[in-house]
């Protein structure tokens, strides 16, 4: 299965202070995500939600997509600000979490403890400014134990390292999208993830469960690029052809007239004759 490295400017998004503390190639050896599109996700892992209680992962996966994120709480920097850019997308998306499909966040700290995961939820729905009781059953804040971690993160392609003398995580950035039956159709790099990329990448995952006709009418027209990310217009080869085409054709009939005024005079004179 082809894996795809996350991309240089997305790297450099990794924690500063481990970034201090490592030679630059061997941080880049060690962390990274790589897109591991079509694995199935491990859904019998159990995990403990911001109540307390333990689940599975498969638990949030019904008839709808997930968006699935690995961050840890207490981050101080790139955790909050790619949470933040999803946030911020997830407000203008049209779609709507626990109507239309369900957000997974996992600490990658296994000494994170519900209670701080519970703290972020309520700090992730009060910026979303959604108070509705559906949107708030559609985000689930995990923690783990670090066995139950280092299998996601890997089957995910998810790589980090922890630096004992800053006292924090060294990773990259990137939310990923999930079928109903658990497969990893989708990865959006960085700290933004646009809101037309990731409802194609919804709607996509969801077989047209959800979205609109115009949302199938788009897929028709758009097509994901892995390595980017991102969804590109995807009959714009098709027009590129269409269009050389359509030029060489011009040229052809062209040089035909140009032939046939050279061959009429002479046939004429040949009469003549």
């Known amino acids: 299965m082809k894996k795809f490295?996350?991309?240089?400017?997305?790297?450099?998004?990794?924690?500063?202070?481990?970034?201090?503390?490592?030679?630059?190639?061997?941080?880049?050896?060690?962390v990274g995500i790589d897109q591991n599109l079509g694995s199935q996700l491990p859904m019998d892992l159990q995990f403990v939600d911001e109540t307390g209680e333990t689940v599975r992962l498969g638990d949030y996966f019904t008839d709808r997509p997930v968006i699935l994120s690995l961050v840890y709480y207490e981050c101080p920097m790139l955790c909050g600000v790619s949470t933040e850019g999803l946030i911020s997308n997830l407000r203008i998306l049209g779609l709507d979490p626990g109507h239309d499909f369900q957000i997974v966040t996992v600490s990658i700290d296994a000494t994170e403890s519900h209670e701080i995961a519970a703290g972020k939820k309520i700090e992730y729905l009060a910026r979303l400014g959604r108070t509705d009781q559906a949107v708030?059953?559609?985000?689930?804040?995990?923690?783990?134990?670090?066995a139950a971690i280092d299998e996601l993160a890997e089957v995910v392609g998810f790589r980090y390292v922890y630096d004992e003398i800053a006292d924090e995580y060294a990773h990259g950035a990137a939310i990923m999208v999930a079928t109903p039956d658990?497969?990893?159709?989708?990865?959006?790099?960085?700290?933004?993830?646009?809101?037309?990329d990731l409802r194609l990448g919804l709607v996509e995952a969801s077989n047209g469960a959800i979205g609109t006709l115009v949302d199938q009418v788009k897929l028709l027209c758009y097509r994901y690029d892995p390595v980017s990310g991102k969804y590109g217009f995807a009959i714009w080869a098709a027009l590129r052809t269409a269009g050389v085409l359509t030029v060489l054709m011009l040229f052809g009939f062209i040089g035909l007239s140009l032939r046939r005024e050279r061959v009429e005079p002479e046939a004429l004179a040949g009469g003549a004759k």
């Not at 990794?14 to 490592?22: G, S």
């Not at 059953?137 to 134990?145: C, E, P, V």
């Not at 990893?184 to 960085?190: A, W």
């Open 5 to 30: 490295l996350i991309t240089a400017s997305a790297l450099l998004l990794t924690t500063a202070a481990y970034a201090q503390n490592m030679d630059p190639q061997e941080l880049a050896a060690r």
């Open 136 to 146: 708030a059953d559609g985000w689930h804040t995990l923690t783990g134990d670090q």
């Open 182 to 196: 658990g497969e990893l159709s989708r990865y959006y790099y960085g700290i933004e993830y646009p809101a037309r």
